[in-house]
């Protein structure tokens, strides 16, 4: 798995995320100086992840690679001249959404490995909507602030007796008592952060709940913005409609969506929902 292919295409695939994450004005100002075919071309690069990981996998097939090397481009064409949450963009966020939730790509990938779909999609939209595009409000800024630290421990607070009572009475919860060393608490919360929590809630506040907020208004979004996260879990964790998971995701969509609200903070929202993911995974799954 740890092989040097699959290194170097971590690297690549991760480079897009970190930079918009970590530099984000300076990821933006370059994709805005290239020409414009340039700029439409240029996702193309995202192709490179899976050469490298199915070659060495011995899965590599030309449909896959012209899927990797054309869907970023259509992102890009169809969000540049996009009117701002008009149907490109709930276009664009229906087939990311949807190719990630349910596998749509993932036969591309050898076993074990398809998590690089997931960042190679979040990879199309960043660059469609944050470098390309520059859609204001995302809040997608790493960069943390003891705010950040705050909103997002708060939000967790105030979920939590919700997540208890549902999630025992429903028999979702299961308690155990577990010891975990600091390390491994660390690693569960460090790896929760990066790539589930601010992956998910890049997607669903910065971009969606952003989106539909100029179009219903702060709580009707906050609401339907919950509401989608929560069916985005609908096949995790069981062969048929996991609706137990729906409705705790759905619940703790709100307090995630408040958190990202209040100071559009991508960060916040994912401190918030790492938080939930890591204390669930460890102590009562």
Same mark, same amino acid.
């Given at each position: 798995? &740890?092989?040097?292919?699959?290194?170097?295409?971590? #690297?690549?695939?991760?480079?897009?995320?970190?930079? $918009?994450?970590?530099f984000?004005q300076?990821? $933006?100002?370059?994709a805005?100086?290239?020409?414009?075919?340039?700029?439409?071309?240029?996702p193309?690069v995202?192709? *490179?992840?899976?050469? +490298? /990981?199915?070659?060495?996998?011995?899965? &590599?097939?030309?449909?896959?690679f012209? #899927?990797?090397?054309?869907?970023?481009?259509a992102?890009?064409?169809?969000?540049r001249?996009? @009117?701002?949450?008009g149907w490109r963009?709930?276009?664009?966020?229906?087939?990311?959404?949807l190719?990630?939730?349910?596998?749509? &790509? @993932?036969?591309?990938?050898?076993?074990?490995?398809?998590?690089?779909?997931?960042v190679?999609l979040?990879?199309?939209?960043i660059?469609?909507?944050?470098? +390309?595009?520059?859609?204001?409000?995302?809040?997608?800024?790493?960069?943390?602030?003891f705010?950040?630290v705050?909103?997002g421990l !708060? @939000?967790?607070a105030?979920?939590?007796? &919700?997540a208890l009572?549902?999630g +025992?009475s429903?028999?979702?919860l299961?308690?155990?008592i577990?010891w975990?060393?600091?390390t491994?608490?660390?690693?569960?919360?460090i790896f929760?952060?990066f790539?589930?929590?601010?992956p998910?809630?890049?997607f669903?506040?910065?971009?969606?709940?952003?989106? +539909?907020?100029?179009r219903m208004g702060?709580?009707?979004?906050?609401?339907l913005t919950?509401?989608?996260?929560?069916?985005?879990?609908?096949?995790?964790?069981?062969?048929?409609?996991?609706?137990?998971?729906v #409705? *705790?995701a759905? /619940?703790?969509?709100?307090?995630y969506g408040?958190?990202?609200r209040?100071?559009? !903070?991508?960060?916040?929202?994912a401190i918030?929902?790492?938080?939930?993911?890591?204390?669930?995974?460890?102590?009562l799954?």
């Amino acid at each position: 798995m &740890f092989t040097l292919a699959n290194t170097i295409a971590a #690297l690549l695939a991760l480079t897009p995320f970190l930079a $918009a994450a970590f530099f984000p004005q300076w990821a $933006a100002g370059r994709a805005r100086s290239l020409s414009l075919p340039a700029q439409l071309l240029s996702p193309a690069v995202l192709c *490179l992840p899976y050469v +490298l /990981v199915a070659a060495a996998g011995g899965v &590599f097939r030309w449909d896959w690679f012209a #899927l990797y090397a054309l869907l970023p481009v259509a992102v890009a064409a169809l969000l540049r001249k996009a @009117e701002i949450a008009g149907w490109r963009d709930f276009l664009v966020l229906a087939i990311l959404g949807l190719a990630v939730d349910l596998r749509w &790509f @993932e036969g591309a990938w050898p076993a074990r490995l398809a998590i690089f779909n997931k960042v190679l999609l979040l990879d199309a939209g960043i660059y469609g909507y944050i470098a +390309l595009r520059q859609l204001e409000g995302t809040g997608f800024d790493l960069r943390l602030r003891f705010r950040d630290v705050v909103t997002g421990l !708060r @939000e967790l607070a105030l979920y939590t007796p &919700f997540a208890l009572v549902l999630g +025992l009475s429903l028999g979702f919860l299961h308690p155990h008592i577990s010891w975990p060393g600091v390390t491994q608490i660390a690693g569960a919360w460090i790896f929760t952060f990066f790539f589930i929590a601010v992956p998910e809630e890049l997607f669903f506040r910065g971009w969606i709940q952003n989106l +539909l907020e100029r179009r219903m208004g702060r709580t009707p979004s906050l609401l339907l913005t919950a509401i989608l996260f929560g069916l985005s879990h609908f096949n995790k964790r069981a062969a048929h409609f996991n609706w137990r998971y729906v #409705l *705790l995701a759905a /619940v703790a969509g709100v307090f995630y969506g408040r958190a990202w609200r209040r100071d559009r !903070r991508v960060g916040a929202a994912a401190i918030a929902h790492a938080s939930v993911d890591a204390i669930w995974s460890l102590w009562l799954r």
